[in-house]
């Protein structure tokens, strides 16, 4: 009766008939519960078996969850993932979430195709929701009945590109309470809770609520980061000047490479990597050899949220005030004395937390199946050890439109800088020194915005400007500490064989480019 009452349901909110061939029973069956997207159900012949190993809860979630994939066409079984929405379509109407979740995450693929940051089913859906709630859902299940019906050949890559595109275009709304704490944020990094709620004015339960969204909906990230540059990792900025993308692939495949930046026009594209301090001679010899290729080191950065509704008329105003006020340079961060060396499981704690943002003892205790007390322990070690600490960083999702600028400026400039963007956008700015030179980052604009901030930079920088261009892809890093190149005897990194094939590869796509 409650998969027929949930059928129905589903079939009204989507107003499309199903897709399949509806299981005429439901039957309680003994059997475990394994993880995979149909974890606790069996299909066969007479109709769809429901494990009674599962509680009053998750037999509700795990029949609503079925019913719904109804709707889904049989071609999108070829790409298991589509399940994802499947399984987002029952967390939004299921109580227990924590635990939902929990066997989500649990039960959900991940996957990685070139160009594109891995892809997390469970965060991409839970973004989702909290941008668009059910609505989002449903124009995503009928993207994928639209698809089924059109396209020759349905694959991962196909599914991944439908639900980036959809993501792209939606719109996040902050409530009055999210926009005053993402202005102590923008101002304070380092705030605590309970600072926000002394600041805001606002109840205990509020800021919590409103920090939980604001960082499902991936706007920021935090309270607890993770600094590796104490763990040794530098980061670096590669600056691929060619319209091929052979380049980009083979970045896309090298396990250091925190995030690509691609451009509207294609040319250039930026890399993020966060590489072992220790390899970096050898990385520089490597792109040494290519001429299209540029490396940089980052050397300092700032980064603000703007909240405020700034009107097109006034950008230019905001702007100057602040371009002609000759800031003094603040010091650049103290370089680390030494680096931390992590156990293996540390970093296994250290991966969890910059993957989730989860800083729960109890939560990670689960997630990697340590004893709680450990857990608690190594949380104490490696925040006195500053490779964890409290700090909020903006991720620019939903905060605008992406552009990418480079500037030539003097590094004693960049303070000037970067406060005239903040008046305007969301502005993630580094300084970089290397092959190229000069301040790098991107600017989240309102799109009302961004044709103004656009005339304005140009005005009032001229030709220092190198780059402004829109960004088809800067979403929030998917990147994971890749441990298996970890040796946890000596607790470093040993990528040699890393480099050596990035160096073959970067030859082959040199040869295929000239081609």
């Known amino acids: 009766m409650f998969f027929k009452e949930e059928l129905e349901k589903a079939g009204k909110l989507l107003d499309l008939p199903v897709a399949r061939r509806t299981p005429r029973k439901i039957i309680a069956k ?90 997390h089913g469970v965060n991409i859906m839970k973004s989702l929701i909290a941008a668009g709630g059910i609505d989002a859902i449903v124009s995503c299940t009928k993207l994928l009945r639209r698809f089924a019906e059109i396209l020759p050949t349905l694959d991962f890559k196909v599914y991944y590109e439908i639900l980036s595109n959809f993501q792209s275009h939606l719109t996040y709304s902050l409530s009055r309470s999210e926009e005053k704490i993402l202005n102590l944020i923008s101002r304070h990094h380092d705030i605590r809770v309970k600072e926000i709620i002394k600041k805001s004015g606002l109840s205990k339960s509020t800021v919590y609520r409103c920090i939980d969204k604001l960082k499902t909906m991936n706007i920021i990230t935090g309270f607890l980061n993770v600094n590796f540059r104490k763990i040794g990792l530098i980061s670096l900025l590669l600056t691929v000047e ?51 290729l540029k490396l940089s080191t980052i050397v300092r950065q700032s980064y603000n ?53 989860d800083s729960s003892p109890l939560r990670l205790s689960e997630r990697l199946g340590i004893g709680y007390w450990t857990v608690r322990s190594m949380l ?41 963007f903040s008046t305007v956008s969301t502005a993630l700015l580094t300084y970089i020194r290397g092959q190229i030179d000069g301040i790098w980052g991107i600017l989240y604009t309102k799109p009302r915005l961004t044709r ?10 001229k030709d220092k400007i190198r780059i402004l261009q829109p960004v088809i892809s800067a979403e929030s890093s998917s990147w994971q500490v890749p441990l ?32």
């Open 30 to 119: 003994d059997f475990p519960v394994e993880h995979g997207y149909y974890s606790g159900v069996r299909y066969t012949e007479n109709g769809v078996e429901v494990s009674r190993k599962l509680n009053g809860e998750l037999v509700s979630f795990t029949l609503r969850r079925e019913a719904y994939r109804q709707f889904i066409p049989y071609r999108w079984d070829q790409v298991p993932q589509y399940s994802d929405v499947v399984w987002a379509y029952a967390y939004y109407y299921g109580t227990c979430k924590d635990m939902i979740e929990r066997w989500w995450m649990e039960s959900s693929m991940p996957a990685s195709i070139p160009l594109f940051p891995p892809y």
């Open 242 to 292: 060619d319209h091929s993308t052979n380049y980009i692939k083979v970045f896309a495949e090298f396990p250091f490479t925190y995030r690509i930046f691609q451009l509207a026009s294609a040319n250039p594209a930026f890399v993020s990597i966060l590489l072992p301090y220790e390899y970096t001679q050898k990385l520089q010899a490597i792109i040494g050899k290519y001429e299209k």
């Open 305 to 357: 949220i703007l909240t405020e509704n700034v009107k097109p008329e006034h950008v230019l105003l905001r702007m100057s005030e602040r371009y002609y006020s000759h800031l003094p340079l603040v010091p650049r961060p103290k370089l680390e004395d030494s680096y931390y060396k992590p156990s293996l499981n540390e970093l296994r704690l250290i991966n969890v937390i910059h993957t989730t943002g």
């Open 380 to 420: 104490r070690k490696l925040q006195h050890e500053n490779v964890l600490y409290n700090v909020v960083f903006p991720t620019g999702i939903a905060l605008g439109d992406p552009s990418v600028i480079l500037i030539h400026e003097r590094e004693e400039n960049f303070n000037n800088i970067a406060t005239t």
């Open 452 to 461: 103004a901030v656009i005339k304005a930079s140009r005005l009032l920088l």
């Open 484 to 515: 298996n190149l970890y040796d946890g005897r000596s607790k470093t990194f040993i990528i040699d064989r890393e480099l050596e094939k990035l160096d073959a590869s970067l030859e082959e796509a040199t040869i295929s480019s000239a081609s």
